[in-house]
């Protein structure tokens, strides 16, 4: 079982980068593909990015690819999301979300584990 927590969220201006942090909790982190999804305001929640248990490989929403970037840090049990060139449309809720299967085959999982989330607020 693995306890997730995000922070680095905060109200930013469009253009401006923000880097997001997901700590794990637990010996087995690096056993688990990692992703983070966003719920924004009357919308359902959606895949933004992922990456492998090594880092080796990484995946994105077509909405975010070029301006975000996941990795992950397994000695710090810790994934990151760097967010560049930030519009008010990633305004959302950010979740990091743990799956526990070897081999990653698409965003939909599945998604044993969740943090609580952290908010990103992108003004014009």
């Known amino acids: 079982q693995v306890q997730l927590v995000e922070s680095g969220g905060g109200l930013v201006q469009a253009g401006v980068s923000l880097r997001l942090s997901c700590a794990a909790s637990?010996?087995?982190?690096?056993?688990?593909?990692m992703g983070w999804f966003r719920q924004a305001p009357g919308k359902e929640r959606e895949f933004v990015a992922a990456i492998t248990r090594t880092g080796a490989n990484t995946y994105y929403a077509d909405s975010v690819k070029g301006r975000f970037t996941i990795s992950r840090d397994n000695a710090k049990n810790t994934v990151y999301l760097q967010m560049n060139s930030l519009k008010p449309d990633d305004t959302a809720i950010y979740y990091c979300a743990a799956n526990p299967t070897t081999f990653y085959k698409n965003y939909m999982g599945p998604w044993d584990y969740w943090g609580q989330g952290t908010q990103v607020t992108v003004s014009s």
């Open positions: 637990g010996r087995t982190f690096s056993s688990y593909i």
